[in-house]
């Protein structure tokens, strides 16, 4: 069995924006549930 180190690299690119895109969607849902908590809130008089 032979490595093919360009199709290697290659991979890497994808692997990177997977992970980059699921980052992405992690930031996207902590950011909403932040919001829901501080809109929903309730005040103290």
Same mark, same amino acid.
């Given at each position: %069995?032979? &490595?093919? *180190?360009?199709?290697? &690299?290659?991979? &890497?690119? $994808? %692997?990177?924006?997977? %992970?980059?895109? =699921? $980052?992405?969607? %992690?930031? *996207? *849902? =902590?950011?909403? *549930?932040? /919001? &829901?908590?501080? $809109?929903? /809130?309730?005040?103290?008089?």
């Amino acid at each position: %069995m032979k &490595l093919n *180190i360009q199709a290697f &690299l290659n991979s &890497l690119v $994808f %692997m990177g924006e997977g %992970m980059l895109g =699921i $980052f992405a969607v %992690m930031v *996207i *849902i =902590i950011g909403v *549930i932040y /919001a &829901l908590g501080h $809109f929903t /809130a309730k005040k103290e008089k």
